[in-house]
């Protein structure tokens, strides 16, 4: 099995939630969502294609970024929590 650290899990979250909900970025989102992927939001569609689907319902002007709020990292499990609204964490480039 392949080791990775904590932070290198750390960064490969925040490159898919960047791929997917700031550069919405699908095709390279896939490497990330596995085709089984399971959503647990009952306000979401399931699977992969459901929160592709959700995203690409959003108009890209509600929000330029998402923001992390919160990441919690363990040996076998990531997860993340995002803002995401007016302004947040705007681009300056």
């Known amino acids: 099995m392949l080791k990775t650290t904590p932070e290198q899990n750390k960064a490969l979250v925040l490159e898919a939630f960047d791929t997917l909900f700031n550069k919405r ?6 490497r990330f969502w596995s ?5 647990h939001s009952a306000h979401i ?10 995203i690409k319902s959003i108009p890209p ?4 970024r998402t923001e992390p709020s919160r990441q919690r990292v363990d040996a076998n499990c ?7 609204g007016p302004g947040i964490g705007e681009r300056t480039e």
């Open 35 to 39: 085709p089984d992927y399971i959503q």
């Open 61 to 64: 002007t509600f929000s330029s």
């Open 25 to 30: 970025d699908y095709a390279t989102a896939e």
């Open 78 to 84: 990531s997860g993340k929590a995002l803002r995401a």
């Open 45 to 54: 569609a399931p699977g992969r294609e459901g929160l592709f689907n959700l």
